[in-house]
């Protein structure tokens, strides 16, 4: 998978996003493991604390029809700058990421970042602190 695809993939979810109260856009496009992709989009809610990010949307969707491993998610918010996900997005992908998940940031399909999960969130609580 190009990295450029995975931004595409995200720069479309994020036409879908529901943001009529921060006006702010966000997609996100999930590559699980086996190739396949799921895309999602922010949604909000007019009780603020029920919006869901992209990244979770996305994630969650691969989750629920079986993918348990992301092989990669690329994000895109706003086209000046990149996009970082969130402490409660970094959480959720710290959960079904692998090893060398990678996590892309988009301005645009050539313009990128490549991060992992140990530069975006170090010494982060997973499954393997609950069997200590
Ligand atoms: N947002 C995301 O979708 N992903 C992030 O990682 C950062 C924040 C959304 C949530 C809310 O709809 C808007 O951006 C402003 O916070």
Do not use: W
Not at 25 to 34: N, P, S
């Amino acid at each position: 998978m190009e990295y450029d695809k995975l931004v595409s993939k995200a720069l479309e979810a994020r036409k879908n996003s529901y943001s009529p109260y921060s006006k702010f856009k966000v997609g996100a496009a999930v590559l699980t493991e086996d190739g396949k992709i799921y895309t999602g989009c922010n949604i909000e809610n007019a009780s603020y604390g029920a919006t869901n990010c992209a990244e979770r949307t996305a994630i969650f969707k691969a989750v629920s029809e079986g993918h348990k491993t992301i092989k990669a998610i690329a994000i895109v918010g706003v086209e000046n700058g990149y996009t970082y996900p969130c402490g409660i997005c970094r959480q959720v992908i710290a959960e079904f990421a692998s090893e060398d998940t990678e996590i892309i940031l988009g301005k645009s399909e050539n313009d990128y970042l490549v991060k992992t999960l140990d530069e975006i969130l170090p010494g982060a609580f997973t499954k393997k602190d609950l069997e200590k």
